[in-house]
């Protein structure tokens, strides 16, 4: 069965961090492209940040560049999100995703991606 599977979630007061993994079952994210989103409340989910990973590209929402950083395990099991400097914007269910992409991962929309996580909330919270 193919499927991801998300942990990390929680809740953190702001200025705090999390990580969030992702671990692919039933398949390998080696060729794939790889990318977080979210969604809050009342709101449409976005792109946190994405990683083709066959040739290392990586690109992030302005909301999240230099506190969130992607990655993934080399042998192409795991994906991470890193999440630094957290604030209560950052509130939200986040998903992580992957699907076969031919160009660089920030050019498909999230409907382009097949295989999703089960989401995680993450709550940012004095």
């Known amino acids: 069965q193919v499927q991801l599977v998300e942990s990390g979630g929680g809740s953190v007061q702001p200025g705090g961090s999390l990580r969030l993994s992702c671990a692919a079952a039933g398949f390998t994210l080696a060729d794939r492209a790889v990318g977080w989103f979210r969604q809050a409340p009342g709101k449409e989910r976005e792109r946190v940040s994405c990683?083709?990973?066959?040739?290392?590209?990586?690109t992030y929402a302005d909301s999240v560049k230099g506190r969130f950083t992607i990655s993934a395990d080399s042998a192409g099991n795991t994906m991470y999100l890193q999440m630094n400097d957290l604030k209560p914007e950052d509130t939200a269910i986040y998903y992580c995703a992957a699907e076969r992409l031919a160009l660089r991962c920030d050019l498909y929309p999230d409907s382009d991606y097949g295989t999703w996580g089960q989401g995680a909330q993450v709550t940012v919270s004095s």
């Open positions: 990683l083709s990973i066959h040739d290392g590209t990586t």
